[in-house]
């Protein structure tokens, strides 16, 4: 079965550095996104990319983060200075385009965790 | 405000009890989807079942079973003979037809299985 795949699977960093969060979404696929998940919280929304732009993105998503589909394959979080915060489980996820708002089920990848020390 | 509460944090059963576990949702609009996620101890979040407003159907996949009741805005999850390899958090998420794709998680349900 057909899986999104994310690297690294561990990240740790110094606090003001930058990271980027690597994903290769199912190929398919034509939406993708990031969430993010703090330690025992709950999963929570971080952006959306469709069309090689943004379609939707949360309160958390700043100037600090940005997101670029490179090529044709691989989808990237960039977090340009990383905080003590942006510790957390990052998800990338993927859905088939059956439109918005059409509630298609996103497929998530194994998450990295990300250390900001 | 929440738009969906799991408010069962913690749950623990013996193997072989049924067990279910809560979600309550809020939305204003009227074409909505509702969703579970398991993430087991490995960490990834596996796709369970998707359901849209308009079918309150219930259903029931092997030893899983949902309850979509909107009257009461609740679409429950019942394992039934619980196993130790059903031990994991358990999300609920909510996609509404006007906010896009966005899903909504609530705070998740971690269900131990005891042996």
């Known amino acids: 079965e057909p899986e999104v795949t994310q690297t690294p699977s561990h990240q740790v960093t110094q606090m003001g550095q930058e990271v980027i969060l690597r994903c290769v979404p199912i190929?398919?696929?034509?939406?993708f996104y990031w969430y993010r998940q703090i330690l025992g919280q709950k999963v929570e929304f971080l952006v959306s990319?469709?069309?090689?732009?943004?379609?939707?993105k949360s309160e958390i998503f700043d100037d600090q983060f940005s997101v670029e589909r490179p090529d044709g394959s691989n989808f990237t979080l960039k977090i340009r200075s990383t905080k003590l915060e942006d510790s957390a489980m990052y998800f990338c996820?993927?859905?088939?385009?059956?439109?918005?708002?059409?509630?298609?089920?996103?497929?998530f990848g194994s998450g990295t965790q990300l250390s900001v020390l | 405000a929440q738009k969906v509460t799991q408010a069962q944090t913690e749950i623990s059963v013996v193997e072989k009890e049924d067990v279910t576990l809560d979600c309550v949702y809020e939305?204003?609009?009227?074409?909505?989807?509702l969703f579970w996620y398991k993430q087991p101890p490995s960490g990834e979040l596996v796709f369970l079942i998707r359901?849209?407003?308009?079918?309150?159907q219930n259903e029931i996949s092997g030893r899983y079973s949902w309850n979509f009741q909107k009257s009461t805005s609740s679409f429950n999850f019942t394992i039934t003979a619980s196993q130790v390899v059903d031990s994991a958090v358990y999300f609920c998420?909510?996609?509404?037809?006007?906010?896009?794709?966005?899903?909504?998680f609530g705070t998740g349900t971690s269900l131990t299985v005891i042996p």
């Open positions: 939305t204003r609009d009227t074409t909505y989807y």
């Open positions: 990319f469709y069309n090689n732009e943004i379609s939707e």
């Open positions: 190929s398919n696929h034509l939406y």
């Open positions: 359901r849209n407003s308009f079918d309150e």
């Open positions: 996820a993927s859905s088939e385009a059956l439109g918005m708002g059409q509630g298609e089920k996103l497929f």
């Open positions: 998420a909510l996609s509404e037809a006007d906010t896009g794709n966005q899903f909504y």
